[in-house]
């Protein structure tokens, strides 16, 4: 799960560790939402939030990786991946709010679901989106993501640690599949 992908222009996609803090911390000063690394809540993380979300996604323990968009030392976006299954990943994104509408979300899904096709060897990629949240789906769309279904109150908004008081809303999920693996007809 290790990637060190050249995006070219100076920006460079690399497996975040936990020796990562300094960037996160730096990258979500700005942040009013949530960023990437679930279940933080809205807002910049201190460096007690990053070093945990960092160690939740640490690629040492495998099942969920996080990949920054690096320019220079400067993180402007990361990328998560979540293995679901022997050949299955959900793929979740975010883009610093300074740095949003250049282009680098879809610089970083294009090479990051390339990448793990081709080295992971995974078949399917796939996305769970808010219905209202347009800039993803739009995205995702761009990406090449086909829509699948929409999913009645599956995903938490993460108001609250607690799951039977958090609110629930529909899911789009979208799915990318690496057709030079499908079976041949
Ligand atoms: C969604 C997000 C990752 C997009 O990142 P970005 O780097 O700004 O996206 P890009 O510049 O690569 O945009 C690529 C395409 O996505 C669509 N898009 C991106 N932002 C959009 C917006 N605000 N409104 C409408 N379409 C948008 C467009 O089709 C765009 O292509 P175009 O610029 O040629 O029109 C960013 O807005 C973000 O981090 N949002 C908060 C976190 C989030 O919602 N993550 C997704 C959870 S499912």
Do not use: F, K
Request: glycine share 8%; hydrophobic share 40%.
């Amino acid at each position: 799960m290790i990637a060190d992908i050249d995006l070219g222009q100076g920006l460079r996609l690399r497996t975040l560790t936990t020796h990562d803090v300094a960037l996160v911390v730096e990258a979500t000063g700005t942040e009013t939402a949530r960023a990437l690394w679930g279940p933080h809540p809205a807002g910049p993380y201190t460096p007690q939030d990053a070093r945990a979300a960092l160690n939740a996604w640490d690629p040492a323990a495998g099942g969920q990786v996080s990949y920054g968009m690096l320019e220079h030392d400067r993180l402007l976006g990361a990328l998560g991946l979540m293995v679901d299954g022997p050949r299955s990943a959900e793929l979740a994104y975010w883009v610093r709010p300074e740095s949003r509408r250049q282009g680098l979300a879809l610089r970083g899904i294009n090479a990051l679901t390339r990448w793990t096709h081709d080295e992971l060897g995974l078949d399917r990629i796939w996305l769970e989106i808010n219905p209202a949240n347009t800039p993803s789906l739009r995205l995702a769309d761009r990406a090449g993501y086909q829509y699948e279904q929409r999913l009645p109150h599956h995903c938490r908004a993460w108001t609250t640690p607690d799951p039977d008081r958090d609110t629930w809303h529909d899911c789009m999920i979208w799915g990318h599949t690496n057709l030079t693996t499908s079976p041949a007809i």
